[in-house]
């Protein structure tokens, strides 16, 4: 099993920047693959980025391209997603995820909790 634990939601204004941050725990070795996902009200969850655990390649959804960037500490165990320029609709519970699979999608086997992040406008 694999513990996902998110952090550094918050309440932000338009332009402004975030860092989430993904605590993982367990056994994470089993996993090839890991991200971000958000889900606004309303609306269903959607893939923000990921980052392969071997060679540490990164993909984005075109949403977020040149404004967020993903990133590992594997000394830590810890997965970051840095937000900048951030919009209003970026507006969303941010969930960190893991998968044993080679891609990341919303079938992936481990979820966190979620953190809260709103951006006014």
């Known amino acids: 099993q694999v513990q996902l634990v998110e952090s550094g939601g918050d309440l932000v204004q338009a332009g402004g920047s975030l860092r989430l941050s993904c605590a993982a725990s367990?056994?994470?070795?089993?996993?090839?693959?890991m991200g971000w996902f958000r889900q606004a009200p309303g609306k269903e969850r959607e893939f923000v980025a990921a980052?392969?655990?071997?060679?540490?390649?990164?993909s984005y959804a075109d949403s977020v391209k040149g404004r967020f960037t993903i990133s590992r500490d594997t000394t830590e165990n810890t997965l970051y997603l840095q937000m900048n320029s951030l919009k209003p609709e970026d507006t969303a519970v941010y969930y960190c995820?893991?998968?044993?699979?080679?891609?990341?999608?919303?079938?992936?086997?481990?979820w966190g909790q979620g953190t809260q992040v709103t951006v006014s406008s």
């Open positions: 995820a893991a998968s044993r699979d080679v891609v990341l999608t919303s079938n992936c086997d481990y």
């Open positions: 367990g056994r994470t070795f089993t996993t090839n693959i």
């Open positions: 980052i392969k655990r071997l060679g540490g390649g990164t």
